[in-house]
């Protein structure tokens, strides 16, 4: 059923009283079916009150902003917002604290297109677009706020996001193709899709006194939160995984394939600072595995060498001479400090700089403005 202007109609109490519907064969079947229409029901109005509530809080905040700019005030005061916190939560309750208003006005400052909002209502919900403000880089913020609704993330998983700083420890083109329309990017490669470095606050060590069997049985175990930290398309294979070397065995920690890359991914997990052994360890793995394991339509794999610390230029001459593909990536148990957020965004322009030559000066300025 269509309306007006040509588009399909909510269905209405009416429209669904008239569609036949299967008799339920068992009370089970009927006590399912109407569970699954209560859940449905629900949540349909629980998106209808979020948008409304959403579309309040901008209206809200853009009242108080024009009235400010009406008195020719560059900002609104926070002696304003207490005066009119306190009328208001006398007769509507504590939801309107100074601090909530000037989240709204925050609010519609960041989103003064009525139009943009349209969207961004119908899909996240109003904690997730309040954390999501509070970003001060304006780079990160349209990040996430476009990550947000093309994953349609949780708060949960949004404010994990934004502690652990994906946007600071993804690179620019990677960023780019997570940001596509299309789900799965025509061209990936490795680079893109490897982190560095990886945190797993969700372990719960409060300490360093822990083996690598420890950490190892910890992300098993943690297997959802760890795969949302290796990022999208990461498949889990095995966990010591056996190789048969000249009657030898070894085992390899962790293995994975990434549908997108088509690659088997080795993990070799190390507690400590990386040596240049463990790349001729995984250099043997991979090479073991392209002769004995690769099925038809496979690239190569991948070898990911996760360690507590590493130097930068160690790590460079030890990879240099391999042809296999080989990366050291650091991990970390706790959320990275501001300072670490920024030590990331300085080795971000680094990086830029040695590849480009030359850093743009609007890069330059997001970067300055993230340091502050």
């Not at 916190?85 to 100074?98: C, D, Q, T, V």
């Not at 496979?298 to 070898?303: E, F, L, R, V």
Request: contains cysteine.
């Amino acid at each position: 059923m269509k309306g007006k202007h040509g588009k399909a109609n909510e269905p209405t109490a009416l429209t669904v009283a008239k569609v036949p519907l299967a008799r339920p064969r068992s009370v089970e079947e009927l006590v399912r079916t109407v569970s699954e229409a209560i859940v449905h029901a629900r949540r349909k109005v629980a998106i209808s009150v979020n948008s409304n509530m959403t579309w309040l809080y901008w209206g809200i905040g853009r009242h108080i902003v024009e009235f400010e700019r009406g008195g020719k005030r560059a900002v609104y005061g926070q002696e304003l917002l207490k005066v009119i916190a306190r009328k208001l939560e006398s007769r509507f309750g504590r939801g309107f604290s100074w601090r909530n208003l000037y989240s709204m006005c925050k609010f519609y400052e960041g989103f003064p297109d009525p139009n943009i909002l349209q969207t961004v209502s119908a899909k996240l919900p109003w904690s997730s677009l309040c954390r999501i403000l509070s970003v001060r880089e304006s780079g990160a913020r349209e990040f996430y706020l476009q990550l947000a609704l093309k994953e349609v993330w949780s708060y949960r998983l949004l404010k994990r996001h934004v502690q652990s700083g994906l946007y600071h420890r993804t690179s620019s083109l990677a960023r780019r193709k997570m940001l596509a329309k299309d789900s799965i990017p025509a061209v990936l490669e490795p680079e893109e899709v490897i982190r560095d470095p990886y945190v797993f606050e969700f372990l719960g060590f409060q300490d360093q006194s822990y083996s690598e069997n420890d950490l190892e049985t910890a992300l098993v175990s943690r297997l959802q939160s760890f795969l949302t930290e290796l990022g999208k398309g990461f498949c889990f294979e095995a966990r010591q995984r056996r190789i048969d070397l000249s009657g030898k065995d070894y085992y390899v920690d962790l293995v994975f394939y990434h549908r997108f890359l088509k690659s088997s991914i080795l993990v070799d997990l190390k507690v400590g600072e990386f040596a240049h052994s463990y790349a001729g360890q995984m250099n043997y793995y991979l090479n073991w595995w392209k002769q004995n394991e690769m099925a038809p339509g496979d690239q190569p794999p991948i070898g990911i060498i996760l360690c507590a610390t590493k130097d930068d230029a160690h790590v460079e001459f030890t990879l240099g001479g391999i042809a296999n593909r080989i990366f050291v990536s650091r991990y970390q148990t706790s959320l990275p400090t501001q300072t670490e957020l920024q030590d990331l965004l300085m080795k971000t322009q680094d990086k830029w700089e040695s590849e480009h030559k030359k850093l743009p000066s609007a890069e330059i300025e997001r970067i300055n403005e993230g340091s502050r």
